[in-house]
């Protein structure tokens, strides 16, 4: 398997970052932060998979106290 194969999905893509920086962020995205989000969500997927991983590891760190 490609990594970040799932990711070739924009409407899936868009609702896993949704859900990560809604959850990190504890409030909804407001409407052009949503589109934006799902702007993204449309580039090639290894570019979002990636922004999606460092999204997910800063989330961690902050969530441990790190920063």
């Known amino acids: 398997m490609i990594k970040y194969e799932e990711l070739k999905d924009e409407g899936y893509t868009f609702q896993r970052f949704k859900a990560l920086l809604e959850e990190q962020l504890g409030r909804d995205l407001t409407k052009i932060e949503a589109w934006k989000i799902r ?24 969530n441990e106290g790190g920063l």
Do not use: N, Q, R, Y
């Open 39 to 62: 702007w993204l969500s449309g580039w090639e997927h290894e570019t979002v998979g990636v922004i999606f991983d460092l999204i997910h590891e800063v989330a961690g760190k902050k």
